[in-house]
């Protein structure tokens, strides 16, 4: 059965460091999302991506954040300057179709930063 | 606004109990998709169900069924005959039509079954 990945599953960085956390989504899949779940709280939305462009982001998905599809099967979030904040688990999420599909979340990365 | 409210936080059952989770949304749209998710202590999260606003058929999947109902803005998941392997967060989602699918998750209710 096809499933979304992630790399790395845990990623360690310190403060003001740049980390790009990598996805492979659904290869037949044409919506791609990233939310984030900061320890013991809810999922949250951070930006949709369709057709090479971003179709929607949150107020969480400052500039700080880019996302990027730099080949036919990566998706990657970019952080420029981590923050403690920024410390969470990142889902990545693949959908056949936008306007309420299922999306098929990957495992997740694990952003811990010091 | 597009709102998500799980107010069970925790629940405990022991094995063989039914449970229910409940789930409350608000939206202004009149076109609108609500999910379920479950997130077992691994962390991925795994999709269960999506209804969109037109089907208030209640469905069943094995020991699982949800009850969705328009007039009272609630999608609530009945899991019967509980066991441990139901033991997860499980989160309750919204998706406008015209927002590009983006979900709006509750809080979650995280579940216990205990043999």
């Known amino acids: 059965e096809p499933e979304v990945t992630q790399t790395p599953s845990h990623q360690v960085t310190q403060m003001g460091q740049e980390v790009i956390l990598r996805c492979v989504p659904i290869?037949?899949?044409?919506?791609f999302y990233w939310y984030r779940q900061i320890l013991g709280q809810k999922v949250e939305f951070l930006v949709s991506f369709y057709n090479n462009e971003i179709s929607e982001k949150s107020e969480i998905f400052d500039d700080q954040f880019s996302v990027e599809r730099p080949d036919g099967s990566n998706f990657t979030l970019k952080i420029r300057s981590t923050k403690l904040e920024d410390s969470a688990m990142y889902f990545c999420?693949?959908?056949?179709?936008?306007?309420?599909?299922?999306?098929?979340f990957g495992p997740g990365t694990r952003l811990t930063v010091t | 606004a597009q709102k998500v409210t799980q107010a069970q936080t925790e629940i405990s059952v022991v094995e063989k109990e039914d449970v229910t989770l409940d789930c409350v949304y608000e939206t202004r749209d009149t076109t609108y998709y609500l999910f379920w998710y479950k997130q077992p202590p691994s962390g991925e999260l795994v999709f269960l169900i999506r209804?969109?606003?037109?089907?208030?058929q209640n469905e069943i999947s094995g020991r699982y069924s949800w009850n969705f109902q328009k007039s009272t803005s609630s999608f609530n998941f009945t899991i019967t005959a509980s066991q441990v392997v139901d033991s997860a967060v499980y989160f309750c989602?919204?998706?406008?039509?015209?927002?590009?699918?983006?979900?709006?998750f509750g809080q979650g209710t995280e579940l216990s079954v205990k043999p």
């Open positions: 989602a919204l998706s406008n039509y015209n927002q590009g699918g983006k979900l709006i």
């Open positions: 209804r969109n606003s037109f089907d208030e």
């Open positions: 290869s037949n899949h044409l919506y």
């Open positions: 999420a693949s959908s056949s179709s936008g306007g309420g599909h299922e999306q098929y």
